[in-house]
């Protein structure tokens, strides 16, 4: 009965704690893309704030769709990209003809940033079930060391 209780209280405090973390990914990741963006789009103040909430909304919608579909790349991006999608619409109303024109040409470059981004504090944060699957090569090529064979050796008898 102990070793239920302890299971449970671990399985909750896990949960608890990814839980925690997703909502803080989704905020760094917005904060460093909003940041980027207003650099590069030149926003004034009314801008930047209104960014930064698309920003983040967004992001906490790509964070859940990340947890929920880890396991089917395809689907992952096909939401990821409605995401950006109705990101590109949000911004359309927000930004002035030459910002949003500027933002068009480059949105690529914002999302492989945002990604790469997202990659780094997957890393960061230590989540096992993504370090489990190789992130590049290197991690690929990784190799453990084979255990050695344990030897049994008879007693000696005891006269």
């Known amino acids: 009965m102990k ?29 460093n893309l909003s940041d980027k963006m207003i650099r590069e789009l030149q926003l004034n103040n009314y801008q930047s ?6 920003n983040l909304k967004n992001a906490k919608k790509m964070v859940e769709f990340e947890e929920m579909h880890a396991n089917n790349p ?6 990821i990209n409605g995401v950006c999608k109705e990101r590109d ?3 359309e109303n927000l930004l002035s003809t030459a910002q949003y024109s ?10 492989t940033y945002d990604r790469e ?32 064979t344990a030897v049994i050796k008879e007693a000696s008898p005891r006269n």
């Not at 070793?3 to 904060?31: D, H, M, N, P, W």
């Not at 704030?49 to 698309?54: D, F, T, Y």
């Open 102 to 111: 500027q933002y068009y040409g480059s949105r690529k470059s914002f999302n």
């Open 117 to 148: 981004y997202a990659v780094l504090l997957q890393k960061q944060n230590g989540k096992v079930a993504k370090t489990l699957v190789a992130q590049d090569k290197a991690d690929a090529k990784r190799t453990f060391s084979q255990p050695e």
């Open 49 to 54: 704030r209104k960014l930064r909430e698309i």
């Open 74 to 79: 395809k689907e992952l991006e096909k939401c």
């Open 3 to 31: 070793r239920f209780a302890y299971t449970l209280v671990l399985v909750l405090f896990v949960s608890i704690a990814s839980f925690a973390q997703s909502g803080t990914t989704a905020e760094q990741r917005a904060k």
């Open 89 to 91: 619409v949000e911004l």
